[in-house]
């Protein structure tokens, strides 16, 4: 019978997934397209180029996140 308080914990150090520096990427990767979408809007959206570059800073962030979780740790 398991401990229902323990359960689903890590006990075993090396047994978490996620990687702290992959998180950090992609809060970095998001904190550039938000600024990218402010120097857009600041320039009165005379082009499109810089939403698109907004488009896949946001993008990349989205993939480093899950990859974060999904990548284990060694």
Do not use: C, H, N
């Not at 998001?30 to 600024?35: H, N």
């Not at 120097?39 to 990349?60: E, K, P």
């Amino acid at each position: 019978m398991t401990d229902p308080t323990t359960e689903g914990t890590v006990t075993e150090r090396g047994r978490s997934r996620g990687w702290v520096s992959l998180y950090a990427a992609a809060f970095a990767l998001m904190l550039a397209a938000g600024a990218v979408l402010v120097v857009t809007s600041l320039g009165s959206l005379q082009s499109t180029r810089l939403l698109w570059v907004s488009a896949l800073l946001s993008i990349a962030a989205i993939v480093v996140s899950v990859g974060s979780v999904v990548v284990p740790k060694r």
